[in-house]
């Protein structure tokens, strides 16, 4: 015989597999309240039932009532196996990782004609049930407290690191086969109210971008205001943001369209631009936009430029990228002032005396020009390497300017961060300079020069972004386990600075030839983090390969890097 009972509670169905992707970002979704109390819409939510008892399905969302789900007596018995509910889905190519439900329930009468009244919370994921959350059997029990939505008794926590696509809450009747809840107690029989929710959404593609135009585009160098153009698509949260980005760093950040207030920050954590009041996919999955950037508001000259576009779950897809963006807003002088000679010679003695000091280096030029040799803008190194960097100064002629001092100076790619003076270096017979840069985090490194010892302008600059993967140490315990049992992994992110509120670390499997994510977890301020999982479907001997991942973060400044890889061995 099969056994269900009259039930209220969330039922999870799977998700068989968590999408391959080589990027990944997570969300959170909003749905009736936010954490703070204030009202958000009911998005991602739609009826669900099985049978037909005679039911109230209310979205009293907007008005602050929750969705409810009630289960009313009436005159004919209620057949074992009817339910009602709301059912919650995840935008397609995303999985939920965990939620929080601020909920209330009751239910009234005793077991009669076979029929069970109760309130489990169920989850099914990859094929397992198994009990969350439960208040007994048969009598009348009752949960949480209707009067105060956000009360901390009303809340119901879940870990799906598995990730799912769909959960519901019902109202439902339930017993041995053939047998029924009768009609008796209040009219109301069963009633479940969800009066807030959060889910923690993972999403796990890149938007896409197709070929960008307009004048932000164009060659030669630009002034005031410069727009470019492009269409955006996404098949998880939808399409959130612009970012455009000056020499490795982010100096403009723009939602391309709120989709009427659901696609903006929800503003729960100040730290967490990802957060949405509304279910489903926040953000429009095509748009079609226009980005003006006010070029007034990046120095005079050459620059790296990119613009990227943003998912909700934070995923990016460069749109446009150019290592010589040119910046000029101010007019050329009318004067055309003479190369300065050999520093010593009389002409060099008169700028001297004109209250700029001394020449900068023999050959001395306002004209001169700085290059670094093998690097074009950018460089990708390993966690913890130090990198040797060499350029050449050159006058307009393109002869060497020997014994100059340049100044080293760097800017750590983190929001708010400013170019900060390293010290001084000088140039060799060729011109030539040679910087070792020692290893720290993502930075922009600049090397300036000045024509005279008195300047405050410089003459010329050259800028390298270092772009420092991230470190990440792991190990697991034991090595070999038999199925059923669980390991251990435990493991640091590396490197300074680290957030407050740590950072997301991506655990990761290898199915066959790819990395699968298996769990998103966030670390502690000091970068340790910690996992336990638990081996249920190993047949035979099976080694399991391990790594874990960090992806770039606005406030962590490393690129994407993984740890080294662990093995566990399984028996079954």
Known sequence: MTRTACRIGLVI???????????????????????????????????????GPVAHLVDGCAEGNGLRAELNAYTAFNEAGMWVGWAYNAPEGTAILGTRAWRSYAHYGSQVSGGNYAAPYIGRQIGTNYSLDSVGYGGAASAGNPAQPTAPSNIVATDTPGGIQQLDFRAGCDGYTGHYCLPVGPATLAKHTVHAFEATTYDGYDPEVSAASGSLTASGSHAGTDSISFRATDRGGGVYRAIVEIDGQPVKAEVLDTNEGRCADAGQDPTDPYEFAAGGAPCKLVKDATLDFDTRTTAEGPHALRVKVEDAGGNRTTAYTTESFVVDNVPNSTADPARPPAGGAPGAQQQAAAGR?????????????????????????????????????????????????????????????????????????????????????????????????????????????????????????????????????????????????????????LVGKRWRTFQVLRTRRDGAFRHVYRFLRTTGTVTYKFRARVRSDSSYPYELGGSNRVKVRVRG
């Not at 959170?28 to 669900?48: E, F, M, Q």
């Not at 390497?385 to 760097?410: M, N, Y």
């Not at 910087?435 to 985090?441: F, R």
Request: glycine share 12%; aromatic share 6%.
């Open 357 to 509: 000091g001394g020449a900068n280096g023999m050959g001395a030029s306002e004209k001169a020009r700085l290059s670094l040799t093998r690097d074009r803008g950018s460089r990708l190194v390993r966690f913890g390497r130090s990198v040797e960097l060499k350029g050449t100064l050159l006058d307009e002629h393109r002869r060497p300017i020997e014994g100059a001092s340049l100044r080293v100076l760097q800017q750590v790619r983190t929001a708010g961060t400013t170019m900060a003076e390293l010290g001084t270096i000088k140039t060799d017979q060729a011109g030539n300079f040679t910087y070792t840069a020692p290893a720290g985090p993502s930075r922009t490194i600049r090397f300036a020069y000045r024509a005279f010892d008195g300047d405050t302008d410089f003459a010329d600059t050259t800028d390298l972004t270092l772009r420092v993967r991230a470190g990440i140490a792991l190990k697991r315990n034991p090595r070999k386990v038999l199925n059923g049992d669980t390991v251990q992994f435990r493991g640091r992110v590396l490197g300074a600075p680290m957030p407050q509120r740590g950072i997301l670390v991506d655990l990761q499997a």
């Open 13 to 51: 169905a799977a998700m068989l597999a968590m999408p391959a992707v080589s990027e990944a970002g997570v969300f959170k979704n909003y749905s009736c309240r936010k954490p703070d109390g204030a009202l958000a819409p009911s998005t991602g939510w739609s009826i669900v039932r099985n049978g």
